[in-house]
């Protein structure tokens, strides 16, 4: 294994935990390239990324360009004198210029087995769509969307207990695999690697507020889904009596609901049941505005009478931040 010199760019948690896999490697990472610090909190105050605070801790040269689509960026990269580049969760488009500097190029590591799911929101859509497998991808970065040569991939199950925060850690861990493994031999990686087949792609889209805001009229699966993708990011909501509720945790209950979605069919220890189309939706966590998240069990411990059976869950409100 030849030890190579390695720029790392890479913003959320997701990217510092390979961050910190490589930094423990035979490799160098010499510099590091993270989004700029982004407003966070009740007070707005400027926030450091996981990627900067990993980098900080450890010294490292830490970069923060809005863009690199300027003319002086590849000559600041170019530095660096990096064998490659490693790109994880960055959110910076880079140029064919800044593609073309390190010796061997960039390497992205895609939290999904491409060309399934292409784009900024892979884990939450795979989880979203039922997925029942994902993994990860390393992969040569060409001038596209996630669609250049595979240098290998790590294959993840996806289990019905999993939400997205529990298969961003599966695929962290795939992914520290996956990148020490074609960093091992990278050029010989890159020489055999497989072209993506294009007619097979799906796009992971970003997110959007609007996707947030539970429709009752579907089956429990679905809405079960969309809870688990959306969890620890943005979270799921209905509005019951004034109340915006943030649904966090929930299962599908065998059995049809015999009333109307959206229902409360009953409530007590074990959960909040709900009826949907053709089924119904057993909800264990959830969180109210300006509240910490709470188990349903330890609601109704305080609230024994919040919730009435027969009551209605609206979804007739616009989906707010």
Same mark, same amino acid.
């Given at each position: 294994?030849? &030890?190579?010199?390695?720029?790392? !760019?890479?913003?959320?948690?997701?990217?510092?935990?390979?961050?910190?896999?490589?930094?423990?490697?035979?490799?160098?990472?010499?510099?590091?390239?993270?989004?700029?610090? &982004?407003?966070?909190?009740?007070?707005?105050?400027?926030? !450091?990324?996981?990627?900067?605070?990993?980098?900080?801790?450890?010294?490292?040269?830490?970069?923060?360009?809005?863009?690199?689509?300027?003319?002086?960026?590849?000559?600041?990269?170019?530095?660096?004198?990096?064998?490659?580049?490693?790109?994880?969760?960055?959110?910076?488009?880079?140029?064919?210029?800044?593609?073309?500097?390190?010796?061997?190029?960039?390497?992205?590591?895609?939290?999904?087995?491409?060309?399934?799911?292409?784009?900024? !929101?892979? @884990?939450?859509?795979?989880?979203?769509?039922?997925?029942?497998?994902?993994?990860?991808?390393?992969?040569?970065?060409?001038?596209?969307?996630?669609?250049?040569?595979?240098?290998?991939?790590?294959?993840?199950?996806?289990?019905?207990?999993?939400?997205?925060?529990?298969?961003?850690?599966?695929?962290?861990?795939?992914? @520290?695999?996956?990148?020490?493994?074609?960093?091992?031999?990278?050029?010989?990686?890159?020489?055999?690697?497989?072209?993506?087949?294009?007619?097979?792609?799906?796009?992971?889209?970003?997110?959007?507020?609007?996707?947030?805001?539970?429709?009752?009229?579907?089956?429990?699966?679905?809405?079960?889904?969309?809870?688990?993708?959306?969890?620890?990011?943005?979270?799921?909501?209905?509005?019951? &009596?004034?109340?915006?509720? &943030?649904?966090?945790?929930?299962?599908?209950?065998?059995?049809?609901?015999?009333?109307?979605?959206?229902?409360? @069919?009953?409530?007590?220890?074990?959960?909040?049941?709900?009826?949907?189309?053709?089924?119904?939706?057993?909800?264990?966590? @959830?969180?109210?505005?300006?509240?910490?998240?709470?188990?349903?069990?330890?609601?109704?411990?305080?609230?024994?009478?919040?919730?009435?059976?027969?009551?209605?869950?609206?979804?007739?409100?616009?989906?707010?931040?």
């Amino acid at each position: 294994m030849s &030890r190579l010199r390695i720029v790392f !760019a890479g913003t959320p948690p997701f990217a510092a935990g390979i961050l910190e896999a490589l930094l423990r490697s035979e490799h160098e990472v010499v510099a590091v390239y993270t989004q700029p610090d &982004r407003p966070a909190g009740r007070g707005k105050q400027l926030q !450091a990324g996981a990627v900067k605070q990993v980098a900080t801790a450890q010294g490292l040269a830490v970069l923060q360009p809005h863009t690199l689509r300027t003319d002086t960026a590849a000559g600041e990269l170019a530095q660096w004198q990096a064998d490659v580049m490693v790109v994880v969760a960055y959110g910076l488009i880079l140029p064919q210029a800044i593609l073309d500097t390190p010796r061997l190029g960039c390497v992205n590591v895609h939290a999904s087995l491409l060309p399934r799911w292409r784009g900024a !929101a892979p @884990i939450e859509r795979a989880l979203m769509a039922g997925d029942t497998r994902t993994g990860v991808t390393i992969m040569q970065m060409d001038k596209g969307l996630d669609t250049g040569p595979m240098l290998c991939t790590e294959v993840v199950d996806i289990t019905e207990e999993d939400d997205r925060i529990s298969l961003e850690s599966k695929l962290e861990h795939a992914g @520290i695999k996956a990148l020490l493994s074609a960093l091992a031999d990278l050029e010989k990686c890159i020489l055999h690697a497989t072209v993506q087949d294009h007619t097979a792609s799906t796009y992971a889209a970003k997110l959007e507020k609007h996707e947030s805001l539970i429709h009752w009229g579907q089956d429990a699966r679905v809405i079960n889904r969309q809870i688990r993708g959306m969890v620890g990011r943005q979270p799921t909501f209905a509005q019951y &009596r004034l109340d915006r509720i &943030r649904i966090l945790a929930a299962s599908v209950l065998p059995g049809i609901a015999d009333c109307s979605p959206g229902t409360l @069919i009953s409530a007590d220890r074990d959960g909040l049941r709900v009826a949907c189309v053709d089924s119904s939706l057993n909800i264990t966590q @959830i969180q109210l505005p300006g509240k910490n998240a709470v188990s349903i069990r330890d609601f109704l411990n305080a609230h024994r009478s919040y919730f009435e059976p027969g009551s209605q869950f609206d979804e007739l409100i616009a989906a707010a931040p």
